[in-house]
């Protein structure tokens, strides 16, 4: 635990870690839930509730930084690494 002197600073010291898997913050402001919504950067944000129990088939699950790939198991983007891009360029 690290004491901060405001939610900008609790947000920096959030942030500043390697990982980024599920955070939750709780707060009655509507400006702190909206900074936290732009600026705090997990793959799981939960705001005023736990930060686990991710419903399988209802909230894809994924982190960013070194807690996953930035992409959601569960969610369409998901898929997007199953595939292979592939450009094909023709002068006809």
Do not use: W
Request: proline share 2%.
């Amino acid at each position: 635990m690290t004491k901060a002197q405001s939610f900008d600073q609790a947000l920096e010291f959030a942030n500043d870690t390697d990982y980024g898997l599920t955070g939750a913050v709780y707060s009655n402001n509507p400006e702190h839930i909206e900074k936290t919504r732009q600026d705090y950067f997990v793959g799981n944000c939960y705001i005023n509730r736990k930060c686990t129990g991710a419903l399988v088939g209802v909230h894809p699950f994924g982190g960013f930084n070194m807690s996953g790939t930035d992409s959601k198991a569960g969610g369409k983007d998901y898929l997007l690494l199953f595939t292979q891009a592939k450009l094909i360029s023709e002068k006809v």
